[in-house]
């Protein structure tokens, strides 16, 4: 009677792995086939029959397993977000693949000191520097250029007009799709962002070999707030150069909403190499740390950034890639990869072993 009683727990506990399996595993051929169809809907923004597509897009499904769940190691990634729908505004924040490329943003909120690069071959030079008074733009200061050049995609997909250089925002509708609270110090820090793309000055090559651009520009020629008792909006005029640059076709890649919980300026540097580069490939893409170095700007020493590059590769916790560390024939490298692909695989490898273990164990209590 014992054993008896021993075998049906046995049972009952391999029946509670195997389901919490199949959930798992549901849950995350659900997500890519939403990211898969999602990327159909973006391709056919233009026609009424995008709307089925999108409305998969815009679901953020999240797991939720009533039963009670073994206790776990906490984890390291983004905190998991609640069911919700998310806003046009949202899904349109597109990046502008020249500014993902290249070093033009600083990675601290208070660097005075200016970034300058030289690709290898001498065709790419950049210098970027500050205005007295002023620190440089920093990654945090280009979400308003993020979320303006979702706007401009927009006028670009659903009409055949050119979007126009000033655009007019209401603040609460920025601040909402970049995941921030519409109070007093978000007004402040926004209007410091600013003054910041506007007074952080510009010389380059990128797209300049023939001078048509002046020497020196800033991310914005202008921008003007303004309060009225019903609404509060922004006026925002890019730069020639930004402009010309997000008008140009197939320059703009969409980000994903989950970039703005990021805090870490390395690993938002890290989410747009990857999304850069990586994109929806399946293969994985490799950089030595020398060249993250390179790309970053960063103004720290060389063993200092290896050291928060390593720990941030450890963490692997930005939206919709994995990072590995990889030491191979004297070099270190970081290894970017597009989650979906990789855990799809890995669960389904993970779920093969562990039905083999059940009908292993089965056997062995069923022979006792």
Known sequence: MGERVH?????????????LIMRKFLSIIFKWIGRWTGKIGESLETSDHQKSYLDVENKVVVDKDPLPQPKKIPSKKLPIREIAVLSDSERSIRDFT????????????????????????????????????????????WDIVLFVAGKMQEILNNSSDIPPRTMIIPRHELLKSLHRHDGKKEEKDLKASLSRL????IETTIRNEDYRYE???????SWKYTERKDRKEIKITLSQWLYDGICAKGTLLKVSPEYFYLTSALKRFLYRTARKHVGNQKESWEFTIEKLYEKSGSESEFKVFKNKLKQAVED????????????????????????????????IENFKDSDQDVIEFSKEETLH
């Open 7 to 19: 075998l049906e727990s046995y049972k009952k506990l391999i029946k509670g792995d195997i389901s």
């Open 198 to 201: 506007k007074m952080t000055g």
């Open 316 to 347: 692997d916790d930005i939206p919709d890639y994995s990072m590995k560390w990889i030491e191979r024939n004297g070099k270190t490298l970081v290894a970017f990869r597009d989650t979906p692909s990789q855990k799809i695989t890995e669960l």
């Open 98 to 141: 020249e500014m993902m490329e290249n070093p033009f943003l600083a990675l601290s909120k208070k660097r005075k000191n200016p970034i300058i690069y030289e690709s290898p071959d001498g065709t790419r030079k950049i210098k970027v520097t500050r205005h007295t008074g002023h620190f440089l733009a920093s990654i945090y200061d």
């Open 215 to 221: 020497a020196g520009f800033g991310f914005l020629d």
